[in-house]
């Protein structure tokens, strides 16, 4: 296959960036996506040029790293499908493919396609967790769990804090991304104790990063890799509203 | 977290715009339910009896003041959380997705609700204005005392083509605002259950988002179509 490339190419996060074409041919429908990228930047290495920057780490679908906005879609095309799974027999020979970052004010370029997702990690250490005092380790299932609970909680952690929520975000929004934390420690018992606060001081964080609100579009939940659903941002609404309202603060 | 703290959040916002929308919502069939009278076939009596109550009945001058004071709140917050919500994305996507991750209709009701609020306009001031400032007509009705008559100006209105396509475009724009309006707004009061998911999906679509839009825009038709 061959295929036009045009690749968003920033220097910093203080330089301009500006988009640049890549032709390349030999692409296996075989190869991931991110290999299509090692074998353009393989090419440029030996040509002496900048290889592309981007993120990967476990290319098994699960770590969250890589975040290629690809002709207009968060990892590309296929549903729930991170730019590592995604393959290159999602392409015809001659396509062009259009390769940006994820853009939002809070998630800043670092370099190429690599942006800063810090935003996320400070949303967490606002209350994504739960405080557990050391001595023995707890029985398992000595605490009796009503398996609905048990199943949206799981679903809700399946959430790998990619940010495609974010970046098909019309608004840049990080509620899907909250909603999943808030959730899956709200819905077992020990997330029980610091719900209210939780779901309050990771509110307020995801404000004070710049994230915009939500305005139910679906955009999020139609591009997450891992299929978190829409009712968790229901979900933190509710503790949200019941922490609002019950806090005596 | 106090109540200034609570609603500062971009949730808090959220439900301000939902609750004023919800109220709104409930305006939509009320207001709905007394214009059909419009085309009741008594020359106005029962319409013009309707809005002489609705112009000098105390309660409803209160609450419709409040309902003006609602609309612009709807409309200020909002306005906040769009200028927000844009500054997130300082640098726009070359490529978008179109509508295969979300429908155009809930993408834009910024845009929809700017229809509206300029048609809200519009419509007060050819219709709220005449009854209470303007110079109508009267009309007596067995022997009661002398009341405005809104049916005659209402009919002369839509004598014209603009006009009548004007309230479609606005209704059009309500459609839209609605069928994506009620559901987000109840996503955002946390009304989100499988059981429950359905009915409020119709309740939004079938009756916010279509029958009351229509309901609206057959007045101005068919008040046309018989003047023909």
Not at chain 1, 104 to 109: I, K, L, M, Y
Not at chain 2, 135 to 151: F, H, K
Request: hydrophobic share 45%; with cysteine.
């Amino acid at each position: 296959m061959k295929l036009t490339l045009k690749i968003w190419r920033q220097q910093n996060n203080q330089a301009k960036g500006h988009f640049e074409t890549f032709e390349v041919s030999d692409v296996s429908k075989d190869m991931s996506f991110l290999e299509m990228f090692d074998v353009l930047n393989e090419r440029l290495i030996n040509e002496g040029k900048e290889p592309i920057a981007f993120d990967h780490d476990c290319r098994e679908g699960i770590c969250g790293a890589c975040s290629m906005y690809i002709n207009g879609r968060a990892h590309g095309p296929w549903h729930e499908t991170t730019t590592c799974q995604l393959h290159m027999r999602a392409y015809n020979d001659g396509d062009t493919i259009v390769v940006e970052p994820w853009r939002a004010s809070a998630f800043p370029v670092i370099k190429d396609l690599t942006v800063d997702r810090s935003a996320f990690d400070r949303i967490i250490q606002a209350g994504g967790y739960i405080s557990v005092n050391t001595g023995n380790a707890v029985d398992a299932n000595a605490i009796p769990i009503d398996k609905t609970d048990a199943d949206h909680a799981f679903a809700a952690a399946a959430c790998i804090g990619c940010g495609a929520c974010v970046a098909a975000c019309k608004n840049s929004s990080a509620m899907l991304f909250t909603s999943a934390k808030v959730s899956q420690l709200a819905l077992l018992p020990q997330g029980d104790p610091e719900r209210k606060q939780r779901a309050m001081d990771m509110v307020a964080q995801m404000d004070k990063e710049g994230f915009g609100s939500c305005t139910n579009t679906g955009a999020c939940e139609a591009e997450c890799p891992k299929g978190i659903s829409l009712a968790n941002i229901a979900r933190l609404n509710r503790e949200f509203i019941a922490a609002g309202f019950s806090s005596e603060a | 977290m106090k109540w200034s703290q609570f609603f500062n959040t971009s949730i808090g916002k959220k439900l301000l715009v939902g609750a004023t929308g919800l109220f709104l919502c409930s305006f939509v069939i009320v207001h709905l339910a007394g214009n059909l009278s419009l085309l009741k076939e008594d020359n106005g009596e029962a319409f013009n009896i309707y809005a002489a109550f609705m112009g000098h009945n105390g309660l409803i001058q209160f609450i419709a003041w409040g309902l003006k004071i609602v609309i612009l709140l709807h409309a200020i917050i909002a306005i906040q959380l769009t200028i927000r919500n844009r500054a997130a994305r300082p640098v726009k996507y070359a490529v978008r997705p179109g509508n295969k991750t979300s429908s155009w209709y809930s993408r834009q009701m910024a845009v929809m609700g700017s229809i509206l609020f300029i048609f809200i306009v519009i419509h007060l001031s050819q219709f709220w204005w005449a009854m209470h400032y303007g110079d109508l007509n009267t009309v007596s009705y067995n022997g009661a005392a002398p009341i405005g008559n809104l049916y005659e100006a209402v009919w002369f209105a839509f004598k014209e083509l603009w006009i009548v396509a004007l309230y479609v475009i606005g209704m059009i724009a309500l459609s839209f605002h609605l069928i994506h309006g009620f559901k987000s707004a109840c996503q955002t009061f946390g009304l989100n259950h499988k059981k429950y998911n359905g009915i409020l999906h119709f309740i939004g679509v079938w009756i916010f988002g279509i029958l009351i839009p229509v309901g609206f825009a057959v007045i101005p038709v068919v008040i046309y179509i018989k003047q023909i």
